[in-house]
């Protein structure tokens, strides 16, 4: 219970943080359904579309700077390599799925992650997405 318990204010503490940063401007910041209440595996962030951002050289300038991402499982499953001879039906679209796989990472809500790495984190991907605006602006 305490490790769920800390996990909740890991997430609630970079919804906090990047609300007060700006950030939502360029990403979509997850939130519980209604009538949940998760436990939280990571903090997805994914980019809003026509956003100059690109998640790949998002990811790679986080790491660069110690701040630890990965990649969503799978996204559209049926674009992955053990699909390939497999036979499947979709009904309707895959637009979110493929949107999730190309524009969406996660940031850790581990218990242990203190308020100054939180903020760290947050300012290390606000200067990042400044560094890559103002680099896109330029070219």
């Not at 949940?36 to 660069?64: C, K, M």
Request: some cysteine.
């Amino acid at each position: 219970d305490g490790c769920i318990a800390r996990r909740r204010e890991k997430f609630a503490g970079w919804e906090r943080r990047l609300k007060a940063a700006g950030l939502e401007e360029g990403f979509h910041l997850p939130h519980a359904t209604p009538n949940t209440d998760p436990s939280w595996f990571g903090y997805l962030l994914t980019l809003r579309d026509g956003t100059d951002l690109n998640r790949s050289e998002i990811t790679s300038a986080l790491e660069a700077r110690k701040v630890g991402t990965r990649l969503l499982f799978a996204g559209n499953i049926i674009r992955q390599p053990a699909f390939k001879h497999v036979q499947y039906r979709v009904h309707g679209g895959l637009d979110n799925t493929d949107k999730i796989m190309r524009d969406a990472f996660w940031l850790g809500v581990w218990p242990g992650i203190d308020e100054p790495r939180l903020d760290y984190m947050v300012e290390t991907l606000k200067r990042v997405v400044h560094d890559l605006k103002s680099r896109a602006c330029a070219a």
